[in-house]
């Protein structure tokens, strides 16, 4: 539990006034990564806040687990500047440090022309920026998946893998708290922040599930600070900035499948053809790290008003089912179960494709021109996240010490 900060009981930065050099409200696997990264500065001070007892609990413990090749998302967005840059670190980092991961590929399949020709545009736009695509024959399509049906064409990403994400989580931990000056606090939510300009800090107010009634909060000062909250980032940013900035979050929930059956079993994530204007990517098979791989399938989308609705549903099965029999006709409808749901941070009921209607890049920027700064806000930080995670720490640390 934090308490007393204004001594300094966690910091020996010479910073003459705030308590703290960084603070990062959220520990997801992109809060980590960032605190991880400010941390490794010499002499500064680091706090990482996080509500939930555990690292990763939301939207980074339910999602796919994918280690995204950048495909989806256009030229000049951050989304694909950031997940190219984060594929590579990614896989570097995990080979180093022996993190759970695997280069599996993944497969767009095609059932009709039309969908053919989003694969056509898919595969010239990762040409254009450098990512490893090709056409499958036939043949070698029927040969390494009999399962899967492609009845128009495959496209394989041979950059795209998979990732224990709670092991990448687990390890980039361990590295931020392994710094002198750099904190942790669980079971701590914000509840209200402001700026003193004049001194160039920003003060918070917390409080934890364990702070006594007649005395519940405790005050924190930081020279910077980064919205990383996830979910929870667009409420925490109108925490701070004036009314005529706030904004309105959105969350759309998405339910995973289980796979009961051994057989149909591709080895290769399958994905269909990108629909423009989807706010996802369609219900597609996915694999773990186990020997032999388990199935997943998922997730559909479902909007929802609240960011804890993690209540599976089956009402999206019959269409799920549907989808996944275009491309696994042999797919056991009995053995596909509902599993778990997952709930991603969006800034509007847009499309998740660059190039479709209403596509939202992440944002990620540090609020100087609004009078803030110092304050690096990170909203719609969806998917490709996790891949990005290690570039976005190390774009935050740019836009602080540029």
């Known amino acids: 539990m934090l308490r007393q900060c204004s001594h300094r009981a966690f910091s020996t930065s ?160 361990g590295s931020f708290q392994s710094h002198a000056n750099a904190d942790t606090v669980y079971h701590t939510s914000v509840v209200s922040i402001s700026h003193d300009p004049s001194r160039g800090e920003y003060t918070l107010t917390t409080t934890t599930p364990s702070a006594p009634p007649s005395d519940p909060y405790t005050t924190i000062t930081t020279s910077t600070l980064i919205n990383s909250a996830g979910l929870s980032a667009i409420p925490v940013s109108n925490m701070l900035l004036p009314p005529e900035h706030h904004l309105t979050p959105y969350y759309a929930k998405g339910t995973y499948y289980s ?49 804890t609705d993690y209540a599976p549903t089956s009402s999206g099965l019959a269409a799920a089912l549907d989808e996944i029999a275009e491309y696994l006709p042999g797919v056991r409808r009995e053995k596909v179960h509902v599993d778990y749901c997952g709930i991603r941070p969006k800034l509007g009921k847009a499309g998740a494709v660059g190039g479709g209607k209403g596509f939202l890049d992440f944002v990620i920027r540090e609020e100087a021109g609004k009078g ?9 930080i969806e998917s490709p996240g996790l891949t990005s995670c290690l570039a976005i720490g190390e774009m935050v640390e740019g836009l602080l010490y540029r």
């Open 14 to 173: 010479p910073q003459p006034h705030a308590d703290f050099d960084h603070v990062i409200i959220g520990a997801g696997a992109v809060g980590l990564a960032i605190a991880r990264r400010l941390a490794s500065r010499p002499s500064t001070s680091t706090l990482l806040i996080e509500k939930h007892a555990s690292a990763g609990t939301e939207t980074s413990s339910r999602n796919s687990e994918v280690i995204h090749a950048g495909l989806y998302y256009g030229h000049d967005s951050l989304k694909t500047k950031l997940c190219l840059q984060g594929k590579r670190m990614i896989y570097d980092l995990c080979a180093k440090h022996d993190i759970p991961h695997r280069n599996c590929k993944k497969w767009i399949v095609a059932q009709t022309e039309q969908q053919m020709g989003e694969l056509e545009k898919l595969h010239s736009f990762a040409q254009s920026i450098g990512v490893p695509t090709r056409f499958l024959s036939r043949e070698e399509a029927a040969r390494r998946e009999p399962d899967v049906r492609a009845q128009a064409g495959v496209l394989e990403s041979e950059s795209t893998g998979i990732v224990d994400g709670h092991a990448l989580m687990s390890y980039l931990e």
């Open 259 to 307: 796979y009961s059956a051994p057989h149909p079993a591709p080895s290769t994530l399958i994905y269909p053809a990108p629909k423009p204007g989807s706010p996802g990517l369609g219900t597609h098979l996915t694999l773990d790290l186990s020997s032999p791989p388990r199935i997943r399938f998922g997730p559909d989308v479902e909007w929802t008003d609240s960011p």
């Open 372 to 380: 803030f700064g110092g304050f690096v806000n990170l909203l719609g």
